[in-house]
T-cell receptor
Framework: RKEVEQDPGPFNVPEGATVAFNCTYS??????FFWYRQDCRKEPKLLMS???SGNEDGRFTAQLNRASQYISLLIRDSKLSDSATYLC??????????FGTGTRLLVSP | DGGITQSPKYLFRKEGQNVTLSCEQN?????MYWYRQDPGQGLRLIYY???????QKGDIAEGYSVSREKKESFPLTVTSAQKNPTAFYLC????????????FGPGTRLTVT
């Protein structure tokens, strides 16, 4: 089983739609979780950290489910500018972060 | 402006040549990392460093070397021993290692022919 698994997509949604991505992780000892956004041929940029209680930043909501070992990202009122690849990132013990291969989102007019 | 810089943005080399990629940060971060990204794949860790004059191999260190002589700088050398060097190379830094968010430079796209 991969350390971090994501549905590669693409998820095609119209502007204004709500879309959700899930990501599963294999290491039950993981303590830190993040979502990054990566535009085509650019570097990943931190979108949000995921806390145990879940957290919200504007249109974006992240949730953590430790029992089932997955994290989710919900995007409300999608904008054209949300089109990107969303990377799920989990720390693999103390040593490093493990990056998922990403879920591609395409928002159309 | 605080941030991470990588140079050059694009680099072309002939097979058999060593090449050094630059990474500098002014965020006062202790930890620095090098990743490589291939099309359709996730980021893979090459080397990381928690502190000056110390660094550890990541998952795919073969054919690469690094140095950490200054806190701000973590250059990566891609040697001729690296079998498939053509890739997008990303440098990152974080306050500490492991649990902290990592911040990335703009990357260097290396093409070896």
């Amino acid at each position: 089983r991969k350390e971090v698994e994501q549905d590669p997509g693409p998820f095609n949604v119209p502007e204004g739609a709500t879309v959700a991505f899930n990501c599963t992780y294999s290491n039950s000892a993981s303590q830190s979780f993040f979502w990054y956004r990566q535009d085509c041929r650019k570097e990943p940029k931190l979108l949000m950290s995921v806390y145990s209680s879940g957290n919200e930043d504007g249109r974006f909501t992240a949730q953590l489910n430790r029992a089932s070992q997955y994290i989710s990202l919900l995007i409300r009122d999608s904008k054209l500018s949300d089109s990107a690849t969303y990377l799920c990132v989990v720390n693999a013990g103390f040593q490093k972060l493990v990056f998922g291969t990403g879920t591609r989102l395409l928002v159309s007019p | 402006d605080g941030g991470i810089t990588q140079s050059p943005k694009y680099l072309f080399r002939k097979e058999g040549q060593n090449v050094t990629l630059s990474c500098e940060q002014n965020l006062n971060h202790d930890a620095m990392y090098w990743y490589r990204q291939d099309p359709g794949q996730g980021l893979r860790l090459i080397y990381y460093s928690q502190i000056v004059n110390d660094f550890q191999k990541g998952d795919i260190a073969e054919g690469y070397s690094v140095s950490r002589e200054k806190k701000e700088s973590f250059p990566l050398t891609v040697t001729s021993a690296q079998k498939n060097p053509t890739a997008f190379y990303l440098c990152a830094s974080s306050m500490g290692q492991g649990a902290y968010e990592q911040y990335f430079g703009p990357g260097t796209r290396l093409t070896v022919t």
